[in-house]
């Protein structure tokens, strides 16, 4: 018998003392690791996969949906060894209504401190007809009997009828019924395909609580898929008709488009508690860190505009918003970067900001502007943006000097460049020129590139912090020629470099010396108008 743990409070309902449904604990159930997986090219190994169980602990899931054992026997390894090492949350297994199926589940969760059991079977007439090729007495019957099995395990079991939401009600109320008699513990209404609407998944939960009395003493939960981009707002018109426990995943992966955003909910019921009046168990400040940890795994980053976790969740761009925001950020935002742990409100510089977003950015540079200077650059600046989607540290600084710095003197110049790469380490060596001599240098690094740039470094007195590091093929075939894009933060500034080269290395190389080289005309300009012009000075 596997050691169960449905915790007491996310049962259905909390009860006043008068009867009335009051305040209720969300059960928080991520199940990134097992339908998030299922997204193309979120694939991760066992020891990914145990890395993000434990992120998923730390943040406080109730439940975590660690894989399908019998889908594979890495997914049954993956996760026996989550159970084995993840503190905090009930593990969980996939298992088809199967007898081998919660068999193997039952195996990889053996060493879970409280384990439970997910049997599923789909209960919508084309999936009856068209998958399964069962009649709905024999999906009724499998259904129990699959309860039953898992109960011999744990008494944790969780049940779901797969495309719940196409199901007709009579018959999911029949279904439900019947699982519940045979014990199971959750009962879960998935939107498999992410069609149903707001008002008619609160319908259907508030059907089921009223017809299946049983359902009172189970957690009733609500799974929804995104293909209408419903997800998260189906997951709350849920809970509005009785779910107590939400599925989904870290930045809404998941078959197709995706599950119900975990983030997402956690910070509709967190913002608007007024309204929805529920909590979870989330630590809201860790949810950035492990969004960021998925993408660093998987490679897939959610879109800018992502809420939560996007790169442009936090950044103001418009000139009345930067204003709005410069002196109160409650006037646009409706939760603090911190309160998710995303990195400081940002005020990104392009043609919709305006003079005071522009004085705040020169403020954080160390410019003090007067009211002329601040008046002649924001001229400059809006003619710049008009042609140049975002505006640069770089180009600011340059539009307060002289104008705008489109080129710059080649201070710096490759001639000469070596690398080995294959084996665990690479080595580079270059040779850089400058208008009086000529450098050797020499470095190490995981990759040819990171090699490269070690090698520059050893020469020039240069600390490169790269913020952004893009690679692109410009054109398809063989011959490509590489693009690469940088952002470096040097001396406290971020510069943008750029090279392009069939040969990826030597366009890195020269992106990066391109950045450097900016870096070198700014260093000049500081020396020869710092001195001068007092209003500079306090970089
Ligand atoms: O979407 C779905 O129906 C599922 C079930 C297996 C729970 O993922
Ligand atoms: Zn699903």
Redesign the pocket.
């Known amino acids: 018998m596997l050691a169960a743990g449905p915790s007491p409070e996310a049962r259905r309902f909390f009860h006043a003392p008068n009867g009335n449904i009051t305040m209720a604990r969300i059960t928080i159930f991520d ?1 990134t690791l097992r ?1 998030g997986e299922q997204s193309p090219g979120s694939s991760m190994t066992a020891p990914e996969k145990l890395r993000l169980a434990h992120e998923l602990a730390s943040l406080g899931v109730d439940v975590l949906e660690a894989g399908f054992a019998a889908s594979s026997p890495e997914d049954a390894e993956s996760v026996r060894s989550i159970s084995k090492e993840v503190q905090g949350p009930v593990i969980t297994a ?1 298992a088809r209504s199967v007898r081998s199926d919660i068999e193997r589940a039952a195996e990889a969760l053996e060493p879970a401190p409280r384990a439970r059991i ?1 049997v ?1 079977i789909a209960t919508s007439d084309i999936h009856l007809s068209q998958k399964l090729g069962i009649s709905r007495e024999e999906c009724v019957a499998q259904a129990a009997e699959a309860v039953e099995i898992a109960l011999g395990y744990t008494e944790d079991v969780e049940f ?1 009828a ?2 719940a939401m196409r199901t007709e009600l009579d018959f999911l109320t029949e279904v439900v019924r019947v699982a519940v008699e045979a014990g199971a513990t959750t009962i ?1 209404i ?1 939107d ?1 395909v992410g069609y149903t609407l707001p008002r008619e998944i609160e319908h259907t939960f508030r059907s089921l609580g009223e017809r299946v009395p049983g359902l009172a003493g189970c957690v009733l939960s609500t ?1 929804c ?1 995104d293909d209408l981009g419903l997800a998260v707002a189906n997951s709350l018109a849920a809970i509005e008709g009785g779910a107590r426990q939400v ?1 989904c995943t870290i930045n809404g992966i998941g ?1 197709r488009a995706g599950n119900a955003s975990l983030e997402e909910l956690v910070m509709a019921l967190h913002v608007r508690g007024d309204g929805l009046g529920h909590e979870t168990g989330i630590q809201t400040q860790r949810l950035y860190r492990t969004s960021r940890l998925l993408s660093y795994l998987t490679g897939i980053e959610p879109q800018p505009n992502k809420a939560i976790v996007g790169r442009n969740a936090f950044a103001h761009e418009a000139g009345i918003h930067q204003h709005g925001v410069l002196s109160d950020r409650r006037t646009y935002e409706i939760m603090t970067p911190e309160l998710v742990g995303a990195p400081g409100t940002e005020l990104i510089l392009g043609k919709h900001s305006g003079r005071h977003g522009l004085e705040a950015r020169y403020d954080s540079l160390g410019y003090k502007l007067s009211a002329d200077q601040l008046k002649r650059v924001t001229r400059d600046f809006k003619a710049l943006a008009d042609r140049k989607k975002t505006v640069l540290d770089e180009d600011l600084i340059s539009i307060l000097h002289h104008g705008v710095m489109e080129d710059v003197p080649e201070v710096y110049r490759l001639t000469k460049l070596n690398v080995t790469c294959g084996g665990d380490i690479s080595n580079a060596s270059v040779e850089i020129k400058d208008e009086d001599e000529s450098m050797i240098g020499e470095g190490a690094g995981d990759g040819p590139i990171a090699a490269a740039f070690a090698a520059i470094e050893s020469v020039l007195g240069y600390r490169v912090v790269l913020e952004r590091f893009i690679i692109r093929a410009a054109t398809p075939g063989r011959d490509a020629l590489g693009k690469v894009s940088i952002q470096a933060l040097i001396d406290g500034r971020t510069f943008a470099g750029r090279g392009a080269h069939t040969d990826v290395v030597r366009a890195s190389v020269d992106a990066y010396l391109h950045a450097v080289n900016k870096a070198a005309a700014v260093r000049t300009l500081d020396d020869t108008h710092l001195g001068a012009d007092s209003d500079f000075r306090g970089i």
Do not use: C, M, V, Y
Request: aromatic share 6%; hydrophobic share 15%.
């Open positions: 199940t339908d996939l997910h599923f779901s797969e495309d879960n998935p498999t799974h898929h599925e078959e």
